[in-house]
């Protein structure tokens, strides 16, 4: 598998598929959940209202993962992943470390090769770069995938260097 560092907007990846830091409603938020809904248009939001009604009634649990369309985006699908909020009193590494597992375990179910990874959780949910780049790094490293191709979006110069640290 290749892994690739790239500075920019995970919404203007033309890989198979761009994995979005969702929360479990499904029904969309800010960060890299708001730019995919903004960019990739209703289509999105109408699929994740089916996951709600059938399958997902209670919503995407913490560290699991499952796909849409990816509506006018470049990418063939989105796959949504809920990351844990970060805690100081408690280790949720494993959770973090779930989200790319099920994320590429759902990719591999879809057949696509290419992914766009964002740094999960180090947004809203509040974990300090350094920690999820390592807990990511050793969890794509670790998978058992067919993708070779994958890529982490990193949004800013500081969370590349970081990225590019671990690498
Ligand atoms: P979470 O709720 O899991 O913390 P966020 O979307 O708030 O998710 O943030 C995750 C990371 O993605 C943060 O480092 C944030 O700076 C970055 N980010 C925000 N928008 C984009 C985007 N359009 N493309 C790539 N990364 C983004």
Redesign the pocket.
Known sequence: MDITLVR????EQRTDAIVN?A?SSLMG?????G?IHRRGGPEILEECRKLRAGHYGRGLRTGQAVATTAGRLAAKWVIHTV?PVYSRSEDRSELLAACYHESLRVADSLGARSVAF??????????P?DGAARIALAAVRQADTSVDDLRF????DA?YAVFEAHL
């Not at 964002?118 to 974990?127: D, H, N, R, V």
């Not at 979006?153 to 800013?156: C, G």
């Open positions: 920019g907007d995970i919404t830091a929360n938020g800010g960060g890299v959940d730019a990351g964002p740094a999960i959780s180090t947004g809203l949910y509040g974990w770069m979006v990193l949004f800013d969370a």
